[in-house]
């Protein structure tokens, strides 16, 4: 299956998609990056992931994301992506990866061990069927593991050419500050990126871990910006059978999806209609509105969306009015706790 090449636009540079310096390294990732979280597994057809990949490409997004156990099942979308990017040029293309939840079964198989960190990047290369990953994470804090031992796998994987670039995800900003010191002190490979959770209804990195990596000059890579999903217009009219509320219930949650919250959607929609966006667009452009940001990382379940979100671009400033006013429509929202670490 899938053994022509594809043709990508011949347009796809002409400044659709804008890129942004990753830290202070040599790498430029888009604005909008595409994460392979959910739907590319194997429950989705092959033509919808293949269509959304050719069409992010098209538009300028180069770097696609995922994680040893993005599926479902785990693996599947490492090998189901890997035979789609297998058809554009590896050269144009930053492909990450990353391991420390649960892979595989027994000791191994999770968290921030040498063990586990290096037997996952061979299985993710060989599923992917590349030489090498552009950037490779510690997906999580490992408390049990010492840093030094997580950081100097890491090292490890670039000195053998299988990682060019090493990044955390999920580290809160202390054991970030220490894991930037023990790469210094013991002449690691320096950090290139930190990915965390980050969107209008998550702000937890602006108390600290954004000036953390700045100071460092880490680049930032923000996931789930549109809470997934909910900072769209998806749900502003009930719940679609179709979504990721219905489909995966133990992410986006019933609690996620509370009437107060729900109401306060419907206010950021009016004020994104006002800039004249969509909800979905004025949510990564409020992530982009920070320069210490270098990607909004989203995820897709179609063409129509990645189509959209990169509109996205194109009108990123805010006025301080907008600001405020969306200030006013966040601050009173509680969210439930993150399933992702933060401080
Ligand atoms: P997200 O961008 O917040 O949510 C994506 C979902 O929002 C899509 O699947 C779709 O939901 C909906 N959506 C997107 N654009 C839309 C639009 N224009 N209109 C209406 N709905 C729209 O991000 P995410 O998928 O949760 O996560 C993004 C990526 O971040 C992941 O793929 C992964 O690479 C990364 N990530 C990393 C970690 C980590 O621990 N490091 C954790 C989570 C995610 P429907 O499917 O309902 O249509």
């Given at each position: 299956m899938f053994d022509t090449l594809q043709v990508p636009?011949?347009?796809?540079?002409?400044?659709r998609m804008k890129y942004r310096r990753c830290g202070r390294s040599g790498l430029l990732l888009p604005e909008i990056s595409l994460g392979c979280?959910?739907?590319?597994?194997?429950?989705?057809p092959p033509e919808q992931q293949r269509s959304m990949i050719f069409k992010a490409f098209d538009l300028g997004i180069t770097h696609f994301d995922l994680a040893n156990n993005y599926g479902p099942p785990f693996g599947a979308a490492e090998r189901n992506v890997g035979r789609i990017l297998k058809q554009l040029p590896r050269d144009e293309l930053a492909i990450s990866t990353k391991a420390g939840y649960?892979?595989?079964?027994?000791?191994?198989?999770?968290?921030?061990?040498r063990k586990h960190l290096l037997a996952s990047l061979d299985q993710s290369l060989r599923r992917l069927g590349v030489d090498y990953v552009d950037i490779f994470y510690s997906h999580r804090l490992d408390a049990e593991t010492p840093l030094e031992e997580t950081l100097g796998a890491l090292d490890s994987a670039v000195r053998a050419g299988k990682a060019l670039y090493v990044g955390i995800s999920s580290y809160p900003s202390d054991q970030t500050q220490s894991a930037i010191e023990i790469c210094r002190d013991n002449k690691f490979q320096r950090l290139l990126i930190h990915q965390p959770n980050y969107s209008m209804l998550n702000?937890?990195?602006?108390?600290r871990l954004l000036d953390v990596c700045d100071d460092a000059g880490l680049g930032v890579i923000a996931f789930c910006p549109l809470y997934q999903g909910l900072l769209t217009d998806k749900y502003l009219n009930g719940v679609p059978t179709l979504s990721r509320h219905v489909v995966a219930p133990h992410f986006l949650r019933e609690l996620d999806m509370q009437p107060a919250i729900l109401d306060s959607i419907q206010k950021l929609n009016d004020i994104a209609r006002e800039r004249g966006q969509s909800l979905a667009q004025m949510s990564i452009a409020w992530i982009l509105?920070?320069?210490?940001?270098t990607s909004v990382l989203c995820g897709a379940s179609g063409v129509d969306q990645i189509v959209e979100n990169c509109h996205a671009v194109n009108h990123a400033r805010f006025t301080d009015e907008e600001l405020l006013q969306i200030n006013d429509v966040l601050v009173p929202i509680k969210m439930p706790l993150s399933l992702w670490a933060a401080d």
């Open positions: 636009d011949e347009h796809r540079y002409d400044g979280w959910h739907n590319f597994g194997d429950r989705t649960i892979m595989w079964p027994g000791p191994h198989g999770e968290w921030g061990s702000r937890w990195i602006e108390k509105r920070d320069p210490r940001i």
